[in-house]
């Protein structure tokens, strides 16, 4: 029998980085993972909201969590920010009874829907270690990625919780994926750092930097390639590594591409984006 989980594809996903909505379903059905679509959930705030109005960002995504508890599923998405969002909100609204019913108030005043509780939150990269197992994910593979690879998982999930049964401090659950993957993990020192989302918009310079040390990194391990449990940082990473290169003056030049890519090519699914994809790697080089 599948797996039945609440999706929540995150704050990027299912507008400009539709690679992640091509690839996540055809990697989870050949796990043996459903996920049910949560039709009409918000952004969880990409840590954006909160900083204008913490309150509306928490029934919205209690707003999210009430869709979840009806279906009687756990929610999961493919997004680091958003799993750490989301569960810091679900956190903050299990240990405030007085917080939970004002927003379940105001969610019965513009829904009819009222939160308990009942829901959690993951990451389909924990899912993948706890529940499906490292040696099934090794056995579905059909076409062994080969390549030295460089794992990201960005802060916003590394806490007490949000990262499930890996170390907050020195992950390895996304190494020990790559390399059941047929992949070489390379574990860089700022796998777990920011690369400036959602700071962009207001110091990018800084943010700039903060990816470059990221990238360059990555290229100076003898990484062939960044895989990023993150679809907000993901983009960062790949579409502004070019001028993150030129704050720097650091070597950013090196393939970026999302966690569900990973697990589809291996899979045997897009080999035709495969393809693309080494001859970029060839290309590119280190």
Do not use: W
């Given at each position: ?6 999706y ?32 009409g ?65 105001v ?68 190494e ?20 400036g ?12 930097k ?51 890519e ?25």
């Open positions: 029998m599948p797996m039945n989980y609440a929540h594809p995150g704050n990027v996903a299912h507008s400009s980085a539709q690679e992640v909505a091509d690839t996540v379903l055809p990697a989870v059905k050949t796990l043996g993972i459903n996920l049910i679509p949560l039709d959930a918000t952004s969880c705030g990409g840590g954006i909201i909160r900083q204008a109005n913490r309150r509306l960002q928490l029934t919205l995504n209690a707003r999210t969590f009430e869709m979840a508890e009806e279906l009687g599923l756990e929610i999961v998405t493919p997004c680091a920010t958003t799993a750490g969002i989301l569960f810091e909100d679900l956190s903050t609204l299990r240990s405030n009874s007085n917080l939970l019913r004002e927003i379940n108030n969610l019965m005043e513009t829904c009819g829907k009222s939160f308990s509780g009942e829901t959690e939150v993951r990451h389909l990269l924990h899912v993948i270690v706890e529940e499906i197992g490292l040696e099934k994910l090794s056995e579905s593979v059909k076409n062994p990625i080969g390549l030295s690879i460089a794992g990201y998982y960005g802060p916003n999930i590394q806490r007490e919780g949000a990262c499930g049964k890996d170390d907050v401090f020195q992950p390895n659950y996304l020990n994926v790559i390399e059941a993957l047929g992949g070489n993990p390379v574990s860089l020192t700022y796998r777990t750092q920011s690369v989302v959602p700071s962009l918009l207001s110091e990018e310079s800084t943010a700039l903060q990816t470059a040390a990221v990238l360059s990194e990555a290229k100076n391990e003898g990484a062939n390639l960044v895989v990023s449990i993150c679809t907000l940082s993901h983009s960062v990473l790949d579409v502004y590594q070019v001028k993150a290169g030129k704050v720097s003056g650091e070597d950013t030049s090196i393939p970026v591409i999302h966690f569900t990973l697990l589809a090519f291996s899979m045997g699914h897009f080999n035709t984006r495969l393809a693309q994809l080494k001859t970029r790697i060839s290309v590119i080089g280190n």
